[in-house]
């Protein structure tokens, strides 16, 4: 290990600032970004399909942010106070997400979506918030139930995925099956009337909606007069310029955004019906009817600045089929060499994300619970032979695409995949 890599485990809990960490001959220390490739310290390229976790959609440092975020910078970095460019994302934002009439902006996906569960508790009187088993929604108390696999439960049971989530917060929440409408309907029948909001990935890390899913949701939100929220952390601006509501051709009520809205800084959003975004109207406060939605860094002009230059980018012409190709490209190449090499192997994904599972293509999953029977063991020795191919990706997890690769570069990674699936077995 270079010197380095042993300083950061030696000050950083696992070597590590997030849920991940590498074995020692393989770990990296990241020195520069550009395009589809990344660089380490050693001098080392791989082909980037972290992506910071799925920010970079325009790949790294993106000539046009960068400009535009040096330009905010000499000007200040942040006001807690309106600025110029906040009011124009938030008008962007308005017109280009179809369930949009208002935004508060927060600094990540994990406020977006646990302030999006206040506003409905606030907005509803109701305390109850129903999720879907395999669902990421960040990191606080409400959303680190039902997501891993190894804390499996009755349904609608809230167990913790991890350490330190009290119970409190767990009998405030529901777990049921994603693309599973009886059970997510049963689940309403008893508890309807206590749930504030359904909240849900339109695409649900790489699993897709069964038809009629998403439709189905609506629809019960509705009947149990509960809102329905679709966390677009991953998909706003990804999937298609108004996102999975647009995609997929459903309301919400609520949409959180994140990650490529401003192509890698520190910004996130909650938007929404008029009305339920009012309970974040500081004219409200000292009433219950006030959502506190705030934060030292919330709406700083240089993430805002970042996301208009990035939203311009994504508007061209052609952006979102170059995307929805690339994506095809990738999975389609992941399954066939499968094939060739006959193994058991489904690309799962829509858009520019794919991610290679470890199961009979024959049944396409469609549950977590499908998702469990897979090889994640071989899927995390996969993810370690692409690395030490040059393919960066976090094995066991979905591989993102931003419009700096090249179909030379996914033609690369397919070389890498067809060596690495050999090297896994
Ligand atoms: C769907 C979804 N929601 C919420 C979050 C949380 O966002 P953040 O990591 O910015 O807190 C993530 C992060 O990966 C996500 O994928």
Redesign the pocket.
């Known amino acids: 290990m270079d010197e380095l890599l042993a300083r950061a485990f030696q000050y950083l809990p696992g070597g590590s600032s997030w849920m991940w960490t590498l074995p020692p001959d393989v770990a990296f220390v990241v020195a520069r970004g550009e395009g589809s490739r990344v660089w380490d310290t050693r001098g080392r390229a791989y082909i980037d399909y972290v992506l910071g ?2 920010p970079l959609l325009l790949g790294h440092a993106p000539p046009a942010v960068v400009a535009a975020v040096q330009a905010q910078a000499a000007k200040g970095s942040t006001y807690q106070w309106l600025s110029e460019p906040m009011i124009r994302l938030a008008e962007r934002l308005c017109r280009a997400v179809p369930c949009a009439r208002k935004v508060r902006f927060v600094s ?6 646990m302030f999006a569960i206040r506003m409905a508790r606030a907005f509803t009187g109701r305390e109850k918030v129903l999720k879907f088993e395999g ?5 606080h108390d409400y ?1 680190l139930t039902g997501t891993f696999p190894w804390s499996e439960a009755p349904f609608p049971t809230a167990r913790p995925d991890v350490g330190g989530v009290p119970k409190g917060a767990l009998e405030s929440v529901l777990v049921a099956p994603f693309n599973d409408l009886g059970t997510t309907e049963e689940i309403l029948a008893v508890h309807g009337r206590d749930v504030a909001a359904i909240i849900v ?1 339109p695409l649900q890390r790489a699993l897709r909606p069964a038809t009629g899913f998403l439709q189905g949701l609506r629809a019960l939100a509705d009947r149990h007069k509960c809102l329905l929220i679709f ?1 677009e ?2 998909t706003g601006f990804r999937l298609a310029w108004g996102g999975a509501q647009e995609f997929y051709g459903v309301l919400p009520d609520l949409a ?1 955004y ?2 490529a809205l401003t192509c890698g800084y520190s910004l ?1 959003a909650v938007c929404g019906r008029a009305d339920v975004m009012d309970t974040a109207d500081p004219a409200r406060k000292g009433t219950l009817d006030y959502a506190l939605l705030s934060g030292t860094l919330s709406g700083n002009p240089l993430a805002c600045a970042a996301g208009l230059a990035a939203l311009d980018e994504l508007a061209r012409e052609g952006v979102y089929p170059r995307l929805a190709r690339l994506g095809r490209m990738l999975r389609e190449g992941m399954a066939e060499v499968a094939a060739r090499r006959g193994v058991g192997l489904q690309a799962l994904g829509e858009g520019p994300i794919a991610q290679p599972v470890f199961l009979d293509p024959a049944a396409p999953a469609l549950t977590e619970r499908d998702l469990r029977r897979a090889d994640g063991a071989r899927a995390g020795r996969l993810g370690l032979e692409l690395i030490r191919r040059g393919v960066f990706v976090i094995p066991g997890a979905k591989l993102y695409l931003s419009l700096a690769h090249s179909d030379a570069d996914i033609a690369e990674t397919l070389e890498a995949f067809d060596q690495a699936l050999v090297a896994s077995a």
Do not use: Q
């Open positions: 976790s799925g990540t996906g994990t406020e977006a979506t669902g990421w929604h960040g990191l959303a990935e966390d952390v991953v959180t994140g990650k996130a």
